[in-house]
């Protein structure tokens, strides 16, 4: 905690830090400021203490997170960046960046904030450092809104995957992971990513939309693409993904793979990568890595209090992702995290030369 917040200027800065992590790590139930406060001083009097130091102190979160990120990579090997959103359900339209998302598990759509979160991860278990807020034109454009939630001159209308690239800017020869089961937009991330000659894995949906290499030239869906190589375990095709909102279609080459785990139910999994040296244990070895990932954000959610922040700000908002994100650290560190002994082989060389677009 000192090695984490020692820069806070002010020592009741510190001090609040570290009661509200406390209040993390042993509060039962909602992670009110409250309930915070009594777990961790045994009074709830500390609350609007706790409150003011998240939703309106001017402390910085940039140097928490990066100090966090070195530390947990002392601490534990990792194998892989991994990128995943957070849907944060919210009441009402005064949170900052709320909107309308669809939510995979649910099948529909809900009132909620989308965060994109930079994981780091051993296989075994994924430890988040990093996240941006998604923002969409209609909260960017509008001068009261942005001046009740305090939005900061540089915060610009952003999709995931554009924030998804900045939080992946620090892979260097790890490979990176992203959950792109919802993603607006895969063909830029893709393109760039490769650009960058960074190894990825990219879990999709059978919405997505390709043009199969050698085959006709128009766009399908994955799951009517018409012919892979493989058997009804693993199957595997070479196509080129199509932007979402224009339909041209890129000229980078991905390998598609779909695998269909064994057992009851049978879950069918579709991945895209830019390596051509990835064999169908590598993506499996690789979609452990998104597990690990959806696993902690289950438990940041359960244990953590990632979606009972009660305030509206953009500071506030970081500042709660931030300390939340210490709590699953020092917990995962304490609990003995020891590295997967037999933890996913993946090529961290950089990518080959696929023929790429700028994002």
């Keep these: 905690m000192e090695d984490l917040f020692g820069h806070l200027p002010r020592s009741d800065q510190r001090h609040w830090a570290q009661v509200y992590v406390r209040g993390l790590l042993t509060a039962q139930g909602r992670k009110s400021p409250r309930n915070l406060a009594l777990a961790a001083t045994g009074s709830p009097e500390a609350a609007h203490a ?13 140097p928490v997170r990066e100090q966090l990120a070195r530390r947990v990579a002392e601490r534990l090997t990792v194998r892989a960046h991994v990128l995943t959103a957070a849907l944060i359900p919210k009441r009402g339209s005064h949170s900052v ?3 309308a998302h669809f939510d995979p598990a649910g099948g529909r759509a809900v009132t909620a904030q989308v965060g994109v979160g930079l994981f780091l991860s051993t296989g075994r278990r994924a430890v988040p450092v990093d996240w941006r807020l998604v923002l969409d034109q209609e909260w960017c454009a509008d001068p009261e809104r942005r001046r009740r939630v305090r939005l900061p001159d540089s915060a610009a209308p952003r ?3 554009q ?12 490979p990176v992971v992203a959950d792109a089961r919802c993603a607006e937009d895969l063909a830029p991330l893709a393109a760039e990513l490769t650009r960058r000659g960074t190894v990825f894995l990219a879990e999709t949906g059978t919405w997505q939309r390709v043009v199969p290499v050698g085959g006709p030239a128009r766009a399908v869906r994955l799951d009517e693409l018409p012919s892979y190589d493989g058997d009804d375990v693993v199957r595997t095709a070479l196509v080129r993904p199509v932007e979402a909102g224009s339909g041209a279609v890129g000229a980078q080459v991905l390998r598609l793979w779909r695998l269909r785990a064994p057992g009851p139910g049978r879950t069918v999994r579709w991945a895209v990568t830019n390596s051509r040296h990835l064999a169908a244990g590598g993506v499996r070895g690789l979609l452990r890595h998104a597990d690990a990932a959806h696993a902690s954000l289950a438990a940041l959610n359960s244990e953590f209090g990632l979606s009972d922040f009660e305030g509206r700000s953009y500071p506030g908002w970081h500042h709660h992702m931030t300390l939340a994100s210490v709590a699953h650290a020092l917990a995962t560190l304490r609990r003995g995290a020891a590295d997967d002994p037999a933890g996913p082989s993946v090529p961290t060389r950089r990518c080959p030369g696929v023929a790429a677009r700028g994002a």
């Excluded at 706790?50 to 940039?62: A, I, P, R, Y």
């Excluded at 924030?163 to 790890?174: C, D, I, K, M, V």
Aim: hydrophobic content about 45%; cysteine-free.
């Design 50 to 62: 706790l409150h003011q130091f998240v939703g309106n102190s001017t402390w910085d979160w940039t």
């Design 97 to 99: 960046g709320v909107g």
């Design 159 to 161: 999709q995931a995957w």
């Design 163 to 174: 924030h998804a690239l900045t939080l992946a800017s620090g892979a260097g020869p790890l």
